[in-house]
Each structure stands twice: as C-alpha cells, then as structure tokens.
Nanobody, 116 residues
Framework: QVQLVESGRGLVQPGGSLRLSCIASGFTFSSYAMSWYRQAPGKEREWVASITATSGNTLYANSVKDRFTIYRANAGNTVYLQMNSLKPEDTAVYCC?????????WGQGTQVTVSS
C-alpha cells in the first residue's frame, strides 16, 4: 500500500534552517508529482510546494518562495523540503502528499517549530 513517512522535525530559531524528508513506498515514486503541505495550529492546511515527476519542475507558495526548496531523489524514493530563513509563522505540522488515480495519500506529518 502507499506509504509516506516524513522526518526532520525540529525546533529552530528564527533565521535558521531545517530539512524535511518524505520517504515513499508502495507506488512508482518516479512517476508521480509530490507536494508538501503544512498546517499551523488553528489554521487550515496550506499548500507549500510541489515538484513534478520527471522534469523536476517546482512550484511554491508565495509565503515560502525564495526561502524553501523542494527537490527529489527518485533513486531513494524521497522528496525533500529544504527550509531556510525560517520565520515563526512557518511553525506547523508539515506533510507530504501524492495523488494517485485521483486519490490523495498523506504522510503522518512532522512538527516544525520556529521560536527563539
């Protein structure tokens, strides 16, 4: 079955960096676009970034553009989210997602806290 497992949770100071990983299994990873979402306490889930399957084209939410980088390693079935210049408002649970045959699969999420 499809599984997505995130890692890289942490507490960082404003201005710091963190890298999240999402390891996928149960499907042909290299054939599907992957996305990162986040949900802050009391807020709706928000799309963060996406990367296409083969060309590796990327898209970012305006709130993270020029600070976050999404990339993938198809050989390792892993998608990453490199987060730089972190702000307190980036505090959230971050999840990766894949859509296969119009069904959405989510990981369990990993907590990122940005605080001094």
């Amino acid at each position: 079955q499809v599984q997505l497992v995130e890692s890289g949770r942490g507490l960082v100071q404003p201005g710091g960096s963190l890298r999240l990983s999402c390891i996928a299994s149960g499907f042909t990873f290299s054939s599907y676009a992957m996305s990162w979402y986040r949900q802050a306490p009391g807020k709706e889930r928000e799309w963060v970034a996406s990367i296409t399957a083969t060309s590796g084209n990327t898209l970012y939410a305006n709130s993270v553009k020029d600070r976050f980088t999404i990339y993938r390693a198809n050989a390792g079935n892993t998608v990453y989210l490199q987060m730089n210049s972190l702000k307190p408002e980036d505090t959230a649970v971050y999840c990766c997602k894949v859509v296969i045959s119009r069904r959405h699969y989510w990981g369990q999420g990993t907590q990122v806290t940005v605080s001094s």
